[in-house]
């Protein structure tokens, strides 16, 4: 039987992990995931290796397969994240998303804003299953709404961060949603309806919360929202016709097509339509004024080809409207994606090294009571997002490290199935080096840290699972012999 390292032994690198992006942060502040995160990830698993291997005789081989099962499983994360680098580009130069900003700004206000974006998001989610589409798509274009709007950026992207996980959480078409059920044996639907008692009144406290900060807001910025709209329909052809692309995206997510095929078919659509509509930027991206032209159709191509993999920009006589047009395609993904590497390949070292199980022992051995077990759980779904950076390996090591635990002291394992969810799949995109939090903070184009404060939906989901046990609602304990 593998020795255990002390607990005390096994936070070493997850403190020597704090300090380094600590001073990363510190030294390279909105630049630190263009490597220093990185290297931080990786001195934390060297620390792991090197006092696994010294004092534990764990063998390098041990670390090799637990890196390689755990890079194996983000496999199609990694390609998802090119897939949305590629629709970013594709629905930005085709004109999806400047019409859908043009035609929101002037439908929304700053008042009902943050509330109406939170909506939208948490109804896409629940009918597409994923969160991570749902940002990618309507939440790019909610967030060019705000800047036209003069929300502030941070609080808008909690507002739609907040709607989409709650739809994904809700949904039974969401990955997080039948892993968290399947894991601890509980029928899906018995799952999602046990969710209700504690992520219903989470989400309607998140309302309230940005109804009342929306209440705040002054009226309508209309110089503000007509520079917005004469600098789009002057750059971009605003067609309705474009909104044929998200419409389609629909219809694609409700024949229950995965993920990565929907962000792929949905980008080759907006690829089309920048063709028809908007060949004009097609030739500005492909054949620049300071380079020997090319002929017409090599210049749609190549302008093409860019707005898939490349960073592109488009000239609309506003500043700050060409910031919000700029795409960084497949290419602005790449930091993401080894950052991800470097995230998982310190989890692998933790799991395989036997640190994570040590230290969730400890956590395990305070609980007491009902309430102590449930926050156990919780702080254990977030520990290992912050430790592992990933939420899928979150949530399945919770299931296991409780599963008995549960069954011990007579409790359903619904509770556990509901406790995983309500901290490991909604805590995960507070976690600037987690896939989630990485992921929508490229997307989105807003720091982790900034947002957030912001997220209340799922800053409140792990507090209100916990508050629930301590009420006792809905919770049946059986008589253990």
Not at 90 to 116: K, R
Not at 187 to 215: C, E, K, N, S, W
Not at 428 to 452: D, E, F, H, K, R
Request: net charge neutral; with cysteine; aromatic share 8%.
């Amino acid at each position: 039987m593998k020795r255990l390292p002390h607990p005390l032994v096994s936070a070493i690198p997850l403190v020597v992990l704090i300090v380094m992006l600590a001073v990363v942060i510190a030294l390279f502040g909105s630049d630190s995931l263009n490597g220093g995160s990185q290297i931080a990830l990786l001195m934390g698993l060297a620390v792991c290796v090197f006092i696994s291997m010294v004092f534990y005789r764990v063998p390098w081989k041990a670390f090799e397969q637990q890196i390689e099962k755990t890079l194996g499983g983000v496999a199609v994360t990694i390609l998802i994240l090119l897939a949305v680098g590629m629709l970013a580009g594709s629905w930005m130069v085709s004109g999806v998303v400047p019409t859908l900003i043009y035609y929101g700004v002037q439908l929304l206000s700053p008042q009902f804003f943050l509330v109406c974006a939170c909506l939208i998001c948490a109804l896409v989610s629940l009918l597409s299953g994923s969160s991570w589409t749902t940002i990618a798509t309507i939440g790019v274009a909610l967030l060019g709404i705000s800047h036209a709007l003069d929300i502030n950026e941070a609080m808008a992207a909690g507002a739609i961060i907040s709607g989409a996980y709650f739809g994904d959480k809700m949904s039974p078409l969401s990955d997080t949603t039948i892993l968290a059920s399947s894991s601890t044996g509980v029928d899906l639907f018995t799952h999602i309806r046990y969710m209700m008692y504690t992520t219903m009144p989470a989400f309607l406290l998140t309302i309230i919360i940005f109804a009342v900060i929306g209440f705040g807001k002054g009226g309508d910025d209309v110089l503000h929202v007509r520079q917005f709209t004469e600098g789009l329909s002057s750059t971009f052809h605003i067609s309705l016709w474009t909104l044929l692309v998200p419409v389609l995206t629909a219809f694609l997510i409700a024949r229950r097509l995965p993920s990565l095929i929907v962000l792929f078919l949905s980008g080759m659509m907006a690829g089309i339509t920048a063709l028809i509509l908007q060949p004009h930027i097609l030739m500005q991206i492909g054949a620049p004024s300071n380079l020997p032209q090319l002929g017409e159709t090599a210049a749609l191509i190549k302008g093409l080809a860019i707005t898939f993999y490349g960073a592109t920009s488009v000239e609309t006589g506003n500043a700050e409207l060409n910031e919000l047009v700029s795409t960084g395609g497949m290419t602005g993904m790449l930091n993401t994606i080894w950052l991800i590497i470097c995230a998982m390949c310190f989890g692998a070292g933790m799991v395989a090294s036997g640190m994570i199980e040590s230290l969730t022992r400890v956590v395990i051995s305070w609980v007491k009571s009902r309430v102590g077990l449930v926050a156990s759980t919780a702080s254990t779904g977030l520990f290992l997002n912050v430790a592992t950076g990933d939420q899928f390996i979150s949530i399945v090591l919770t299931a296991n490290m409780f599963q008995n635990v549960y069954q011990q002291k007579g409790y359903e394992p619904r509770l556990l199935s509901r406790t995983c969810e309500d901290s490991a799949t909604v805590t995960s995109v507070l976690v600037p080096w987690n896939t989630c939090g990485m992921t929508q903070s490229t997307v989105l184009g807003v720091a982790t840290i900034a947002y957030l404060p912001y997220c209340f939906f799922n800053i409140l989901s792990p507090l209100m699972t916990i508050l629930v046990a301590a009420i006792g609602w809905k919770i049946k304990q059986t008589k253990v012999s």
